[in-house]
DNA sequence: AATTCGGGGAA
DNA sequence: TTCCCAGAATT
């Protein structure tokens, strides 16, 4: 047990990334971090982090923003509850806690898109707080160095990772404990043929031991994926196009699109040239072009898409919700990414 | 307990 | 194709 500890604190001294979020004890920062790469790769997060910081470097900055901005600066990343929620637990900060982090993880977790993980995650780096964070890469290393072959996604399964993880939490130096982890699942421990001639644990690894590797961690769920069919329709006037605001509780929340008409099923192309545009109040246009079916894959949904381009006259009259856009003015509105190739495909044609 | 929420990279 | 990523909120 205390073998384990001390070999992953060695790898990690020799191994670490040289993350710009690990250079800094700005609870802040971290909490920025931390959401960013919920579900998301650190070559993928990075980018994002920076220009975040960038634009906000406190966050009272964060707090007085407006939510178009800090949906614009997360756009691509996906899943834009963790932007919303980023905004909202801002603003909480500076509100009740008068602009300063909360320093108990009882605080910590009651803000809006911090469950266990990031609390555990910013107590422990940020104020050195006693408390493991759980997060993939540690379901794995701990699955399979210790052979737990209790689901990771069972409830039962989620208490027992949770109970070693804290058994195996070095109180003394909780943040470097949980990075050190986390970093070695990251690198050395990966999911698919990790390097485990290499691994300085394998001579005392169960998964290794028992050639399980492969088999751990279990996983129970499965999920299961639906079609949806969205037609986006590219208003043309001289030198606007419409745009409107996905409100409702659905995919991207808060974010802009074109106006879209979203379909049961699959509609022929010629159906498409018949179809009744419920924005316009009159028939005044001209259909420019119908592109491919352009595909896109969210982790519960497959979205079929088409964009149709219009020409309409200047004084069309546009049902009220709509965005009158400049079109130089498009790219400041957070858009989804299937929007936003649309969006590129045309600006090519142009 | 099950479902939803994005997008991308690696094999 | 399949897996899964420094998960959280909602139903």
Redesign the pocket.
Known sequence: MQEFNTTIYKWYHLNH?D?P??QTNDAYKIWI???I????????GTAYYLRFIERFPTVNDLASAHEDEVLKLW????????AR?LHAAAKTIVNDYAGTFPRSYEEI?K?????????A?VASIAFSLPFP?V???V??VLARYFGLSVAI????GKKEFAWLATELLDKSNPGLHN?AL??F??LQC????PGCMECPLHSTCYAFLNKQVSEL?Q??????Q?FRYFYYFLLETGKDIFMEKRTE?????N?YQLPLVESERELSEQELLNLQIPFLNNDSYNILSVSAEKK??????IIMARLIRLEISEDSEIRPPLLRVNKKDISKFAV???V?LFLNDYKLEE
């Open positions: 990334r993350l979020w690990r971090s931390e959401i790469l919920q579900q998301t790769r650190v070559a993928q756009q691509g990343l996906g899943y834009y509850s963790r929620n977790v803000l809006k898109g911090i469950g266990p993980y990031t609390a995650a964070t997060d993939g890469n379901y794995r996604d069972s409830t039962q990075q986390m970093e699942g990251a990966v999911p698919q043929s961690p996983k129970e769920k499965k999920t299961k639906s509780n659905d995919i991207w929340k974010l896109h894959v969210l982790s519960h949904r989804p990414r299937l936003e």
